[in-house]
């Protein structure tokens, strides 16, 4: 059973920069984080395959960047020039299956616990 741990939330302003890490114990052939509101609406922000290069949601692309340390067992999300509407709790994911081609339709099979981003205006 996959087992995932975020870190590196926190709170910034606007136009700053985080730096999410994600642990994880067995690598899948699709991982992604998304972010949810306290309203439950969720929105995958980006994904990586290992047999491909990553996608992004128009609201981050050329802002955020995802990598993975395969030595290290860890999934990063590069988050630059942060605004307000980035404020939300980020996880980390994993797919037993391939990424989906639409990020809006990408389902996971596992997620960690989340980790708060706030960016203050």
């Known amino acids: 059973q996959i087992h995932l741990v975020e870190s590196g939330g926190g709170s910034v302003q606007a136009g700053g920069s985080l730096r999410l890490s994600c642990t994880y114990t067995?690598?899948?052939?699709?991982m992604g984080w998304f972010r949810q509101s306290p309203e439950g609406q969720r929105e995958v922000v980006a994904n990586?395959?290992?047999?491909?290069?990553?996608v992004y949601a128009d609201s981050v692309q050329g802002r955020f960047t995802i990598s993975k340390d395969r030595d290290k067992n860890i999934l990063y999300l590069q988050m630059n020039k942060l605004n307000a509407e980035d404020t939300s709790t980020y996880f980390c994911?994993?797919?037993?299956?391939?990424?989906?081609?639409?990020?809006?339709?990408?389902?996971?099979?596992?997620w960690g616990q989340g980790t708060q981003v706030t960016v203050s205006s």
């Open positions: 067995q690598e899948t052939f699709c």
């Open positions: 990586i395959r290992t047999d491909g290069p990553p």
């Open positions: 994911a994993a797919s037993w299956g391939r990424c989906s081609p639409t990020l809006s339709e990408q389902k996971y099979n596992a």
